[in-house]
């Protein structure tokens, strides 16, 4: 029987920020919706196809940032998962039918897509958090944020988005003012020391920043943070008030770095204003059994006036912004935790010298507060960036085609994920930023947290060289920190290194290289005959090639599972050589061997392309050593190595190994010298002892160093020799030999 169904005002209910009745009885889903003038529906996204018939009104449809307008008599289809508004741009009521179907098959094709057009032809500004300048930076911060995001961006470049990597020295963190104080400089001495020491080790680890702000540096930074934060004050929602605070039995006001206590929320022991288990803020007065940095005195609770926000009234905002991009639960969860609150009262600024003031009166002798000022800090990155492209990005005018990612530690959450959004709805009432979180968790070292104020970290100088940089980018890619707790010890570090890349990665490459010298003469040979085996191994190539593709898109970004596809192709490829091998030169099944070796070597080429964001320097080399040009375009499929290329893989160094094995011969001559010449009377010492111990002075030192000069070739200063034990010596010489013999061989 037909169905005749008229929309009907009566039977509309509020639904996705618009008014929306159901048809029933189509077969597929249908309904009618209204949109009144200025309204619009709230961003949303669906694995069902869905199709627009506008039949009156006029306004824009917005899908994935980009706007199309409609009117009456016009039809739109959404692809599942694209994400799309109705805004009403006229004066009149928008009213449009909608149908929508499940289609299985389509929206699994949408959802494989690495693309799936959040990020096609817009700009692209992923953060990393910018670190605070009081330390330089060790495995923790580089295995998070930074070498997140730099592979995201070079992951992106490669598949043709314009993307690029921003961050900054946090000039204004209380902790600066703290380590000024130990270290005896002033606050912007300090800054300026480890903020440079900072884009050092970044430059070492291989991560290009394309912007690096420096805010106690940039001159246009603070008239553009204090113009921001007069719109927060224009507002309404920002404004001086009096409002509980902890100060000392002086009255002087205590926060961030001057306090710690527990937890308000999970009672664990915590700093002022953020606690690192639960993610959740605290306000300095509401800890528990609250201590002074530096002092026995008990500090008090009393009233102190400041620009305050009341935050609670903004939850929905938040949870409507958290429905746009990647917002991974963990960060949801914690915006729901938070506004479980009665209230959450923020201050904007704190009394302090060290910082921006703000232009408004109400708070004197207050700064704005460095977090709430990041939010400006990001905007003030992009519009630096954009003067040097040639392009008109402001800081105050941000646009709705910026696709903003940031990376951060668990412990930025609130600032990034919940307080942002809201100052960026006070001050832009009509962006709706559109964001991507990828937030990591703690890494441990040696099971306990790294520490910058406390020193207890593996800093990135002292493990990262050019022939380092790769190794530690992929082991600390392996072990990052994602979605739970991991821990850094450095002998899990060359344990990795000797057996996966040294071991398993370059031993197949050399071994790969010197079969192609034996029976290809070093030439790439075409593909001949191809037996049901080949062709199932080139299909494990592509799956491999869209698993990577899949762990380094921005949906499913993920370093532990990237790494885990590349060693799995590795080992794939391992074991289809090894069975292989057995036809490998026999001359009835010449035919066959030469396709064996052409996908083996399209596995090699495969895994360049593939580590390529992970572990650049590799990645460069590998492709040359196959003939190739530069890694500049991620793959679509699978392709052979051109026949006829020159292989040089067999004598390329790509990794080595951190620590080789002490040799024993070497080991067993300087065992019986340093007791020779130690004039050791119980016989030949044991290994695990150092020097000192033993009872060398400078002058046995300096007989010993001449005497391993004369033996090996290799200088050791007497410092070296008196603070190692004999099993460090003879490794220390056994690294030396073996760098002198490259040296000499290159
Ligand atoms: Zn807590």
């Given at each position: 029987m037909v169905i005749i169904n008229a929309y009907d005002a009566g039977a509309l209910h509020e639904l996705f920020g618009i008014d929306m009745s159901s048809i029933d009885g189509l077969g597929v889903g249908a309904g009618w919706g209204r949109v009144v003038p200025g309204g619009r529906s709230d961003a949303h996204q669906?694995?069902?196809?869905?199709?627009?018939?506008?039949?009156?009104?006029?306004?824009?449809?917005?899908?994935?940032?980009?706007?199309?307008?409609?009117?009456?008599?016009?039809?739109?289809?959404?692809?599942?998962?694209?994400?799309?508004?109705?805004?009403?741009?006229g004066d009149e009521d928008l009213l449009f039918a909608t149908l929508y179907w499940r289609d299985p098959e389509r929206a699994g094709r949408q959802a494989a897509q690495v693309e799936r057009g959040r990020l096609r032809d817009r700009p692209v500004f992923v953060f990393s958090t910018p670190p605070t300048p009081n330390g330089d930076l060790h495995l923790g911060h580089l295995s998070g944020p930074y070498l997140g995001a730099d592979v995201f961006v070079r992951f992106q470049r490669l598949n043709g988005a314009q993307a690029w990597?921003?961050?900054?020295?946090?000039?204004?963190?209380?902790?600066?003012?703290?380590?000024?104080?130990?270290?005896?400089?002033?606050?912007?001495?300090?800054?300026?020391?480890?903020?440079?020491?900072i884009a050092e080790t970044l430059r070492m680890m291989d991560i290009p920043l394309d912007q690096y702000t420096v805010t106690d540096a940039d001159p246009a930074y603070r008239a553009g943070l204090q113009a921001f934060f007069s719109r927060l004050v224009a507002s309404g929602a920002v404004a001086p008030a009096e409002a509980p605070a902890l100060v000392g039995p002086d009255g002087r006001y205590l926060y961030e770095v001057d306090v710690s206590g527990g937890c308000p929320t999970c009672g664990g022991p915590t700093g002022g204003n953020i606690c690192e288990e639960c993610g959740e803020p605290n306000f300095c007065h509401d800890l528990v059994d609250p201590a002074i940095r530096h002092s026995d005195a008990v500090p008090r609770v009393a009233e102190v006036t400041r620009f305050m926000l009341p935050l609670h009234r903004f939850a929905p905002d938040v949870a409507l912004h958290h429905?746009?991009?990647?917002?991974?639960?963990?960060?949801?969860?914690?915006?729901?935790?938070?506004?479980?609150?009665?209230?959450?009262?923020?201050?904007?600024?704190?009394?302090?010298?060290?910082?921006?003031?703000?232009?408004?009166?109400?708070?004197p002798g207050q700064v704005i507060w460095v977090w709430p000022e990041m939010s400006y800090g990001f905007l003030h990155g992009i519009a630096e960036l954009g003067r040097r492209l040639g392009r008109d990005w402001r800081a105050d005018a941000p646009r709705a085609d910026w696709k903003i990612v940031h990376f951060f530690g668990y412990d930025n959450s609130f600032y990034h994920a919940i307080l942002y959004p809201v100052l960026y709805k006070l001050?832009?009432?009509?962006?709706?930023?559109?964001?991507?979180?990828?937030?990591?968790?703690?890494?441990?070292?040696?099971?306990?947290?790294?520490?910058?104020?406390?020193?207890?970290?593996?800093?990135?100088?002292?493990?990262?060289?050019?022939?380092?940089?790769d190794a530690v980018r992929y082991y600390l890619s392996r072990i990052r920190s994602e979605g739970r707790r991991t821990n850094f010890e450095v002998g899990a570090y060359e344990s990795a290194v000797r057996d996966r890349l040294v071991g398993t990665w370059q031993d197949w490459l050399h071994d790969l290289g010197r079969r192609m010298a034996e029976r290809y003469d070093g030439l790439v040979p075409d593909a001949g005959n191809w037996t049901p085996e080949h062709t199932a191994f080139l299909a494990r190539l592509d799956t491999r090639r869209a698993a990577v593709a899949g762990a380094l898109g921005p949906d499913g970004f993920s370093l532990n599972q990237a790494v885990a596809e590349l060693d799995g192709l590795v080992d794939d490829v391992r074991r289809f050589a090894s069975l292989e091998a057995r036809v490998s030169t026999s001359p009835a099944w010449r035919d066959e061997a030469r396709t064996a070796i052409a996908l083996e070597l399209a596995?090699?080429?495969?895994?360049?392309?593939?580590?390529?964001?992970?572990?650049?320097?590799?990645?460069?080399?590998?492709?040359?050593?196959?003939?190739g040009g530069e890694i500049d375009t991620w793959p679509q499929t699978v392709t052979l190595v051109a026949p006829?290329?020159?292989v040089t893989l067999a004598d390329r160094t790509f990794f080595t190994d951190p620590r080789p094995a002490v040799d024993a011969e070497l080991a067993g001559w300087l065992t019986a010298t340093v007791a020779e010449t130690l004039q050791l009377e119980d016989g030949p010492p044991a290994a695990d002892l150092s020097l000192v111990s033993l009872g060398a002075a400078s002058l046995h030192a300096v007989t010993l160093q001449y005497r391993i000069l004369e033996h090996t070739d290799v200088e050791v200063s007497v410092e070296e020799l008196l603070g190692s034990t004999i099993t460090e010596l003879a490794g220390l010489i056994g690294q030396r030999t073996q760098a002198g013999m490259e040296v000499a061989l290159a």
């Open positions: 669906h694995d069902e196809t869905e199709t627009f018939v506008i039949v009156q009104g006029a306004g824009d449809l917005i899908v994935d940032a980009r706007r199309y307008p409609v009117h009456a008599g016009v039809v739109a289809q959404f692809e599942p998962f694209e994400t799309h508004v109705i805004e009403n741009t990597h921003l961050t900054g020295s946090d000039d204004y963190q209380s902790y600066v003012t703290e380590c000024a104080r130990r270290e005896g400089r002033t606050p912007a001495e300090t800054a300026a020391h480890y903020s440079a020491e429905h746009l991009g990647r917002v991974p639960a963990r960060l949801r969860e914690l915006a729901e935790r938070l506004f479980a609150r009665p209230g959450v009262d923020v201050a904007m600024t704190h009394p302090s010298d060290w910082g921006v003031p703000p232009l408004e009166d109400g708070a001050a832009f009432p009509d962006w709706a930023p559109d964001i991507d979180y990828n937030v990591n968790e703690f890494l441990l070292l040696d099971g306990a947290k790294f520490s910058t104020s406390r020193r207890h970290a593996v800093w990135g100088k002292e493990i990262l060289t050019p022939d380092t940089v596995a090699a080429k495969l895994l360049a392309v593939c580590a390529a964001p992970v572990m650049p320097r590799f990645a460069a080399k590998l492709a040359a050593a196959l003939g006829g290329s020159r």
